[in-house]
T-cell receptor
């Protein structure tokens, strides 16, 4: 079993839809959870960052972490064509210089 | 604030040739990372530097890959000799310091094709 599992999609939705992106993980030591957005031919950029469990909201984006189920989600409300990108989940344990472990990424297309 | 710079953006080589990539991190960032992103995969950490010292190179194929950050600023990643399976995007990232709660800023990457 891979440490981080993410459905690669692709996922295609109409403009204005609510998008749900998910990752599961196996390492119970993970405490930091991130979502990165990667446009084609660009490097990833940090979108959302959550420590431990709970929800975090930033504009149209909401990140959820359920540590009991080892499951994290990113919701995008009122999706826009500019949201079309690959979304990567990433996570890390709390201590020391533990590296980020990325999921494969989910490719999202928002159709106008 | 200038971002992470990488060059070249694209490189095509034949197998068994050597290649080098260059990275200039964000000014003042002590920690520098090199990642390999194979098509359809997430980035995988190859090596992490804190200033000019190596923090983690456990996933670096040391028989063919090498990296240095001599003055604690710029870094180069070298592959010698290249194999077909090295075809990937090589991403450089930097952060103010190490630790999971420090945001990593990524460069645009170097896309390597090995024929």
């Amino acid at each position: 079993q891979k440490e981080v599992e993410q459905d690669p999609g692709p996922l295609s939705v109409p403009e204005g839809a609510i998008v749900s992106l998910n990752c599961t993980y196996s390492n119970s030591a993970f405490q930091y959870f991130m979502w990165y957005r990667q446009y084609s031919r660009k490097g990833p950029e940090l979108l959302m960052y959550t420590y431990s469990s709970g929800n975090k909201e930033d504009g149209r984006f909401t990140a959820q972490v359920d540590k009991s189920s080892k499951y994290i989600s990113l919701f995008i409300r009122d999706s826009q064509p500019s949201d079309s990108a690959t979304y990567l989940c990433a996570m890390s344990a709390m201590t020391g210089n533990t590296p980020l472990v990325f999921g494969k990424g989910t490719r999202l297309s928002v159709i106008a | 604030e200038a971002g992470v710079a990488q060059s070249p953006r694209y490189k095509i080589i034949e197998k068994r040739q050597s290649v080098a990539f260059w990275c200039n991190p964000i000014s003042g960032h002590a920690t520098l990372y090199w990642y390999q992103q194979i098509l359809g995969q997430g980035p995988k950490l190859l090596i992490q530097f804190q200033n000019n010292g190596v923090v983690d190179d456990s996933q670096l194929p040391k028989d063919r890959f090498s990296a240095e950050r001599l003055k604690g600023v710029d870094s180069t990643l070298k592959i010698q000799p290249a194999k077909l399976e090295d075809s990937a995007v090589y991403l450089c990232a930097s952060s103010l310091t190490s630790g999971a709660d420090n945001e990593q800023f990524f460069g645009p990457g170097t896309r390597l094709t090995v024929l």
